[in-house]
């Protein structure tokens, strides 16, 4: 059934607040490990203090580890979804990402096919951010308290790919920001409340809608009045 006659269910409360912390928690430990890598950001040991800097790395660290395990609870479903969208990637997610470039200026190509609950770049966006969790995670705890458990050789390595997953993660997540404001920003409102506009959804994850329809949890009426609106 249909929110207010417009709107389609996509996300959980849990899953939205899962998202909002992880995003938070990753922006934060970026932030507070800048000042290593740019002398620009050096005003934030100055301000702050290194130590404090330290300490706030590892408190957001702590969040952004707990998040998704809390997650496995709170917002299961959500979370079990990624992880087989992010396997179900095939043939019309490739046609997708080839002609999805024109979207990032805002226009909407010819011959896309209809995209499931999520498209193929959010596939990849899952993927991407799922592999850097894990790398950031793992190299992260080595070097926290790796000392005396390996090898200080193999530890110093940590500290190079600890920043390569950095970089790619906050690349990523910049191109994903990018989408999701800019280009698609009928999106955020499934972030705000979990619900997005059946229009919209009709157009970006057609194949998720038609699914929707043929299990009963929207009648075809009521989505084809809320098309006509
Ligand atoms: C201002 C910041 C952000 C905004 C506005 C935003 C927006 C969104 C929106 C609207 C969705 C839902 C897409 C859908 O329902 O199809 C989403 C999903 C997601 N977000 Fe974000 N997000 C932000 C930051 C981040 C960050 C920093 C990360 C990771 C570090 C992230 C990772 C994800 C992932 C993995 C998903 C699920 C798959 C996808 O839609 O790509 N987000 N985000």
Same mark, same amino acid.
């Given at each position: ?48 203090? =290194?130590?404090? /800097? ?11 580890? @707990?998040?998704?395990?809390? %997650? #496995? !609870? ?52 899952? =993927?991407?951010? /799922? ?11 080595? @070097?926290?308290?790796?000392? %005396? #458990? !390996? ?37 955020v409102h499934?972030m705000q409340d ?36």
């Amino acid at each position: 059934m249909l929110v207010n006659k417009k709107y389609v269910k996509r996300h959980t409360k849990g899953f939205v607040y899962l998202h909002w912390i992880n995003a938070l928690c990753f922006f934060m430990l970026f932030l507070t490990a800048l000042p290593l890598y740019a002398d620009t950001f050096r005003f934030l040991y100055d301000l702050l203090g =290194a130590r404090t /800097l330290q300490n706030a790395h590892r408190f957001f660290a702590v969040i952004f580890v @707990l998040n998704p395990i809390v %997650g #496995l !609870i709170t917002a299961r479903e959500g979370i079990w979804r990624m992880f087989s969208e992010v396997l179900k990637f095939n043939g019309k997610d490739i046609t997708f990402l080839i002609k999805f470039p024109l979207e990032l200026i805002g226009k909407h190509p010819e011959g896309v096919p209809k995209q499931g609950f999520y498209n193929g770049g959010e596939r990849m966006n899952i =993927a991407l951010q /799922l592999a850097t969790w894990g790398v950031l995670v793992g190299s992260g705890a080595l @070097l926290w308290f790796g000392e %005396g #458990l !390996i090898d200080n050789s193999i530890r110093a390595w940590m500290i190079p790919l600890h920043s390569l997953c950095a970089g790619i993660g906050f690349a990523g997540s910049i191109g994903h920001i990018y989408l999701a404001l800019v280009a698609n920003p009928d999106s955020v409102h499934g972030m705000q409340d979990g619900t997005i506009k059946v229009d919209y959804a009709n157009v970006h994850h057609g194949e998720w809608i038609d699914d929707m329809v043929r299990d009963g949890k929207i009648n075809r009426q009521e989505l084809n009045d809320a098309l006509k609106r």
